[in-house]
């Protein structure tokens, strides 16, 4: 075995940034930029007057490893090829490693993404929690088997081989998830439409394609009550213990409430603050952030309260998830793109919302349709679980290819292809 130190300098100095102009241009990597994959973004340029202090310096072929979680925990090491004017500057939460002679850095590099190394790592991180980095020292103690330079290449000759494969057929999974849910939002603008059954169909300003036997309702004739959660100073009623949740945009999602960090308020200032109140079969839309997102609040969310999203209590016109659908779908979608402003933050206003048209057939209809859509979302999660898995154990096998070429633990001229 063999220390890092020996094969690598570790955050060595960098002269030819030094040579350098000060209104040359270098290539700028912020630690988003860094990535093992293709993903690894060298487009950003700067001057070099512009990254002379609070930046780390490198050249081409150095490798730059992530120390900060959780990019380092990610495996993110790489090499940097090209670079303008051959050098570059980036964020101080990157360690560099220059191979020195008789070193493959691609070795070095790929030394990096080895289990054993991401596990030890995190085990040495120092600072608080949420914000914790692996020393250089670590690095450079860190010890790997002691290859010849030839068996070096040949091990990353091999890895160069093997982990696109392993890379591509992980994004021909990922693909195959974004076509699912492609076919499931194609599969909710249909039932939406109705012009799967209908025997005649229009062409609505705003809807596109309708069931001509439905009638097209705007959303103020669907509802009993719709307003705003608490907009002034909703943090003055956080409770730490006890209470009843306190919804806020960021707890909804699509058909679904996030409970993970929700904040709480006191059931008395919850019953007090009637008009924000939540109760079963309510419809939450965020507000701010992604507007429009909504969830048909449940059972077990009865008595809570909520903060700066809308609220409405769909009347006889419509089931509670079919307005939750219709907000979720392309048509609601659409007509919040027309309405939603702010650059910073997006956001919408109960007055535009309240105007917005959706299809509304019998209640009788809105219920056999949601039986029939959840019947396909069930057959799509499922599927969408499935490709999950998939992905996962793809990364293992990546992680535990790169793992044992590495320590030597086979032979890599005899091997077969991993994918």
């Keep these: 075995m063999i220390r890092l130190r020996y094969l ?28 093992a994959d293709e993903r690894l973004d060298l487009t950003r340029t700067r001057r070099k007057s512009e990254t002379a202090t609070g930046y780390v310096r490198f050249q081409e072929g150095d490798i730059l490893v992530p120390k900060v979680t959780p990019t380092f925990q990610a495996g993110r090491s790489a090499i940097v090829p090209r670079l303008a ?4 500057a980036g964020s101080t939460e990157l360690h560099v490693l220059r191979a020195r002679e008789g070193a493959d850095a ?3 590099c790929y030394a990096t993404q080895t289990s054993r190394f991401l596990t030890e790592g995190v085990s040495r991180f120092q600072g608080v929690a949420g914000l914790q980095r692996v020393p250089e020292l670590f690095i450079r103690d860190f010890s790997v088997p002691d290859h010849a330079l030839g068996e070096q290449r040949r091990i990353a000759d091999f890895l160069d081989q093997q982990i696109p ?6 994004e021909l999974r990922m693909e195959q998830a974004a076509l699912l849910r492609e076919r499931q939002r194609a599969g909710v603008a249909l039932l939406l ?19 001509a036997a439905w009638p097209i309702l705007r959303l103020k004739r669907t509802v009993q009550r719709a307003g705003v959660g608490v907009v002034v100073n909703p943090s003055s009623y956080f409770v730490e213990d006890g209470g009843v949740p306190f ?11 996030d409970l ?8 008395e200032d919850s019953d007090a603050l009637h008009r924000s109140r939540l109760a079963p079969g309510d419809v939450v839309v965020v507000r701010a952030g992604y507007p429009g997102r909504a969830a048909v609040v449940p059972e077990h969310l009865s008595g809570s309260n909520c903060a700066s999203v809308l609220l409405f209590t769909p009347n006889d016109a419509v089931e509670p998830k079919w307005l939750e659908t219709f907000f979720n779908s392309e048509q609601g979608r659409s007509q919040v793109r027309l309405v939603q402003y702010g650059a910073a933050q997006e956001q919408i206003n109960l007055g535009d919302v309240v105007e917005f048209v959706l299809p509304v057939p019998s209640r009788d209809e809105q219920r056999l349709f949601m039986r029939e859509l959840q019947e396909k979302q069930d057959d799509l999660v499922r599927l969408d679980r499935l490709i999950s898995e998939s992905v996962t154990l793809l990364r293992e096998r990546k992680r535990a290819l790169i793992s044992a070429a590495v320590m030597g633990e ?10």
């Excluded at 439409?193 to 069931?211: E, M």
């Design 8 to 35: 690598a300098d570790v955050n060595p100095s960098c002269p030819a940034f030094e040579t350098l102009g000060t209104d040359e241009q270098v290539t700028f990597m912020p630690l988003e930029s860094v990535w």
């Design 193 to 211: 439409s109705g012009t799967s059954t209908a025997s005649q169909t229009v062409i609505h300003p705003v809807l596109g394609p309708v069931n």
């Design 106 to 108: 691609r070795f070095i």
């Design 85 to 88: 004017n051959g050098v570059g």
């Design 165 to 170: 494969l392993l890379d591509r057929a992980v």
């Design 410 to 419: 086979f032979d890599v001229t005899t091997a077969r292809s991993a994918a």
């Design 247 to 257: 919804i806020h945009g960021g707890n909804v999602r699509e058909g679904a409430f």
């Design 260 to 267: 993970t960090n929700v904040k709480r308020i006191s059931a």
